[in-house]
Nanobody, 132 residues
């Protein structure tokens, strides 16, 4: 099993940058067994997928609204995942969650971050607020 905890969220001005971190604690399992993802949820809106990354870090997927601005990465030696965010916009304001999946990468990739049920493991979230 995997336990996740996010950090790094804060108030930032539009156009600014932030890096979110996700720390994993493993219980009887291997970090490399999991695909990882960032989701976000703004007030009054559904949770949406932002980016995901396969076990090796060599394959990634992004939602269209963050392509070219956000970069997902992972460090398997440290059980860490990151989301580097540049050129932040007010519409990026949300609670950001990291999530983990043991589904095959082909399954995760084919659903295009649309199937939240593929990610049964979640952190508590970190708030990102972008002021205009």
């Amino acid at each position: 099993q995997i336990q996740l905890m996010e950090s790094g969220g804060e108030l930032v001005q539009a156009g600014g940058s932030l890096r979110l971190s996700c720390t994993a604690s493993m219980i009887g399992d291997n970090y490399n067994n999991y695909a990882l993802a960032w989701f976000r949820q703004a007030p009054g809106k559904e949770r949406e997928g932002v980016a995901c990354i396969n076990w090796s870090g060599k394959s990634t997927l992004y939602t269209d609204s963050v392509k070219g601005r956000f970069t997902i990465s992972r460090d398997n030696a440290k059980n860490m995942m990151y989301l580097q965010m540049h050129n932040l916009k007010p519409e990026d304001t949300a609670m950001y969650y990291c999530a983990a999946s043991r589904f095959a990468w082909s399954t995760v990739q084919s659903s295009g971050l649309m199937d939240i049920t593929e990610f049964p493991f979640w952190g508590q979230g970190t708030q990102v607020t972008v002021s205009s």
